[in-house]
């Protein structure tokens, strides 16, 4: 039968307009139909191409990315992946030659969230020659660093500290040219405190005695949890370093005990000098310390809590048979004689907590000075042929490094800790007085979950 036939029996002696009429109605009727079977046939087609598993893995920012992105199935052709470019986002897309793989290379130059589009043809699609898409998303990390923010410390703040603070003691060389030890120290702000716009709560104090060649040095952690911490840190310090400054400007008869007792460390009578030495100006250094602070405290109308602080404390001397090191220690924190020469890490104490896991001691705290046995426990001294290094810091630094105290009695830890400083452009070299801002440079180094205020003091 042909059309003309079909066309007559459908006509039913209509007139030409409704005959008209009723082709154009059941062809739209029809087209509308098999749009939509179309449109279905796509939706069923995309749905499958969106339960393939395509996963364009994660980049981080300024890091190296290399990724190869695969589409495992056969009725998806001429398959191309398009969103990124070397200009927009540093990374390109190569196109490998099995048609189905794409290389995802380059070192990413923004974060954030970007969409790759994926187009296709399908076989067995009813069009021919019809592009379909799934669109795809590549996550780029920002730098954790780049999260935090610097915000200033207001300038009306009570006891104003700078950011930062850096200091270099350089100890001329011997007559003979012997070369001497030089300190060098530095304190900066903590993220987590820059990230508030709360101020430094860390400080520290060098001294060196030109005339009997005494070292002094303190080091402090002023409590996050105190208001007016800074300023316990400092007066902490600055009161420890001054009264033994004062008792070391006439220290003959403390020379004598010292070589007593290294010519027989076991003497009673030589251990009860040196006990009773140590005490008068170490000891006594801290008790003055936690007095003016709660002078200070007072004076305002405050509680000593307020301005808790721990306290390192060291006094270092060379003699003829060697080193003399004596210290004071509360808090957390590390006093470490470090020495490569015969790989030897002495710590001159450990980290001390209060009462519960996590809780630290303050120099603030009374019941530091009322048990006389407790508070010499706190206080040591040593006398080695020499040293590498003295180290002297407070937690933000000591956590994030050794992370338990098992580590600041490894020798190879703190090993690590020199290599690192000298790989991390600090040259701790005679009278190199721009390790100060080296080392400044240096505590700015990243460390997960470690963001408080870090302060380091060398003597080597």
């Known amino acids: 039968m042909n059309i003309e036939k079909v066309i007559d029996?459908?006509?039913?002696?209509?007139?030409?307009?409704?005959?008209?009429?009723?082709?154009?109605?059941?062809?739209?009727?029809?087209?509308?139909?098999?749009?939509?079977?179309?449109?279905?046939?796509?939706?069923?087609?995309?749905?499958?191409?969106?339960?393939?598993?395509?996963?364009?893995?994660?980049?981080?920012?300024?890091?190296?990315?290399?990724?190869?992105?695969?589409?495992?199935?056969?009725?998806?052709?001429?398959?191309?992946?398009?969103?990124?470019?070397?200009?927009?986002?540093?990374?390109?897309?190569?196109?490998?030659?099995?048609?189905?793989?794409?290389?995802?290379?380059?070192?990413?130059?923004?974060?954030?969230?970007?969409?790759?589009t994926l187009r296709y043809k399908y076989r067995g699609l009813s069009v021919e020659r019809l592009?379909?898409?799934?669109?795809?998303?590549?996550?780029?990390?920002?730098?954790?660093?780049?999260?935090?923010?610097?915000?200033?410390?207001?300038?009306?703040?009570?006891?104003?500290?700078?950011?930062?603070?850096?200091?270099?003691?350089?100890?001329?060389?011997?007559?003979?040219g012997t070369p001497q030890k030089d300190i060098v120290a530095a304190s900066k702000r903590g993220?987590?405190?820059?990230?508030?716009?709360?101020?430094?709560?860390?400080?520290?104090?060098?001294?060196?005695?030109?005339?009997?060649?005494?070292?002094?040095?303190?080091?402090?952690?002023?409590?996050?949890?105190?208001?007016?911490?800074?300023?316990?840190?400092?007066?902490?310090?600055?009161?420890?370093?001054?009264?033994?400054?004062?008792?070391?400007?006439?220290?003959?008869?403390?020379?004598?005990?010292?070589?007593?007792?290294?010519?027989?460390?076991?003497?009673?009578?030589?251990?009860?000098?040196?006990?009773?030495?140590?005490?008068?100006?170490?000891g006594n250094a801290a008790l003055k310390a936690h007095k003016a602070i709660a002078a200070e405290a007072q004076q305002k109308g405050r509680k000593t809590k307020e301005y808790s602080t721990t306290l390192l404390l060291a006094i270092c001397k060379k003699y003829n048979f060697g080193w003399f090191v004596a210290s004071f220690w509360v808090g957390d924190g590390a006093i470490c004689l470090y020495n490569q020469a015969d790989k030897t890490a002495m710590m001159l104490g450990m980290p001390d907590e209060g009462e519960y896991a996590g809780q630290t001691r303050f120099l603030t705290m009374p019941e530091i000075f009322s048990d006389s046995n407790k508070f010499y426990q706190r206080m040591n001294c040593r006398i080695v042929p020499d040293f590498t290094a003295l180290f002297l810091m407070t937690d933000g630094v000591s956590d994030p490094k050794f992370e338990t105290d098992a580590n600041l009695r490894s020798y190879n830890k703190w090993n690590e800790l020199w290599a690192d400083l000298k790989e991390n452009g600090v040259e701790l070299a005679d009278d190199n007085e721009e390790a100060a801002n080296q080392l400044l440079n240096w505590l700015d180094f990243w460390s997960p979950g470690n963001h408080d205020d870090r302060t380091i003091a060398i003597l080597y």
């Open 9 to 116: 029996l459908l006509s039913n002696e209509e007139s030409d307009e409704r005959m008209s009429g009723f082709i154009k109605y059941y062809a739209n009727k029809l087209w509308a139909e098999y749009n939509e079977y179309l449109m279905n046939e796509i939706v069923v087609i995309e749905n499958k191409v969106k339960e393939l598993p395509i996963v364009i893995p994660n980049a981080s920012i300024r890091k190296p990315y290399n990724a190869i992105v695969s589409i495992s199935c056969e009725e998806m052709t001429d398959i191309t992946l398009s969103g990124l470019t070397e200009e927009a986002q540093g990374l390109k897309i190569e196109k490998q030659e099995n048609g189905k793989s794409f290389r995802i290379s380059g070192t990413p130059k923004e974060s954030g969230t970007f969409d790759v």
């Open 131 to 176: 592009y379909l898409e799934r669109m795809l998303q590549i996550i780029i990390n920002p730098d954790p660093r780049d999260l935090w923010k610097d915000k200033s410390v207001p300038e009306d703040i009570e006891y104003p500290k700078d950011n930062t603070a850096k200091e270099y003691v350089k100890v001329a060389a011997l007559p003979n």
């Open 191 to 282: 993220r987590s405190h820059a990230q508030e716009g709360k101020p430094r709560d860390d400080d520290f104090r060098l001294y060196h005695d030109e005339k009997t060649n005494w070292y002094v040095i303190a080091v402090a952690d002023g409590a996050g949890s105190a208001p007016y911490s800074r300023e316990g840190s400092r007066i902490a310090c600055n009161i420890a370093v001054e009264h033994c400054k004062e008792q070391l400007a006439d220290s003959e008869n403390f020379d004598d005990d010292i070589n007593l007792y290294h010519l027989d460390q076991k003497s009673e009578a030589a251990g009860k000098a040196i006990s009773a030495d140590i005490y008068k100006i170490v």
